[in-house]
């Protein structure tokens, strides 16, 4: 068990760029979710995988933003056309399938748009 | 909508006092209950979970929490706050029923441990 990894951690992009994270969960876990963490502020809910269908996208996740799960292992996370408030940390966590079982996650990557 | 509210962002203790971080969450089915920390630039680590059976639970690092149904709460505990233990503290929240089981947050609490 490697646990959740991030990539990148750090990302300093200017507006209007195109950006992807990848995420990998532990493996064999089903679920895969991502979270939005800004600044003194707890995470907020964006995507959820249960393989690799996407089940669930907060209103959160704009137009600009698209998440995909091909194989039912990575994720990778696109912003499109980044603007200056896309700005915050990106979240990553896993857990098995089933109900409730605690979500495992990863240490995020940071995203600056200048 | 469910939501979770932690009183206080910033809390400070000395080292070795009493620490009470406070979460209260609506709902008008309980949910399931959870303590997150996160370290500065890390991801966040369960300390403690609540889904059903006894309302006292025990997490890691010395911390436990109570889920009050009738208060709507699950205040973290630890009865001697340590050096280590200041990091930013989350309480969470899953819908019961919700096959999902996305987590809602609270804003976070911080906090500080004096020496």
């Known amino acids: 068990d490697t646990g959740v990894s991030q990539n990148p951690r750090h990302k300093i992009t200017k507006r209007g760029q195109n950006v992807t994270f990848r995420c990998d969960p532990i493996?064999?876990?089903?679920?895969l979710y991502w979270y939005r963490q800004t600044l003194g502020q707890g995470p907020e809910f964006l995507t959820y995988?249960?393989?690799?269908?996407?089940?669930?996208k907060s209103r959160l996740l704009s137009d600009r933003f698209s998440a995909e799960r091909p194989k039912g292992s990575f994720s990778t996370l696109e912003i499109q056309r980044t603007e200056q408030g896309d700005s915050a940390m990106y979240l990553c966590?896993?857990?098995?399938?089933?109900?409730?079982?605690?979500?495992?996650f990863g240490p995020g990557t940071r995203l600056t748009v200048t | 909508a469910q939501s979770v509210t932690q009183l206080g962002s910033h809390v400070s203790v000395s080292e070795g006092a009493l620490v009470l971080l406070r979460c209260n969450y609506s709902?008008?089915?309980?949910?399931?209950l959870f303590w997150y920390v996160q370290y500065p630039n890390q991801g966040l680590q369960l300390l403690l979970k609540?889904?059903?059976?006894?309302?006292l639970v025990k997490g890691i690092n010395g911390f436990e929490a109570e889920f009050k149904k009738s208060e709507t709460s699950f205040h973290l505990t630890k009865p001697s706050a340590h050096m280590s233990d200041a990091a930013e503290y989350f309480c969470?929240?899953?819908?019961?029923?919700?096959?999902?089981?996305?987590?809602?947050f609270g804003q976070g609490t911080e906090l500080s441990v004096k020496p």
């Open positions: 966590a896993s857990t098995p399938a089933g109900i409730n079982y605690e979500q495992y």
């Open positions: 493996s064999e876990h089903n679920r």
């Open positions: 995988f249960q393989n690799e269908a996407q089940l669930e």
């Open positions: 709902s008008s089915v309980p949910p399931y």
């Open positions: 609540y889904t059903t059976g006894a309302t």
């Open positions: 969470a929240v899953s819908e019961r029923g919700n096959q999902g089981g996305k987590l809602i």
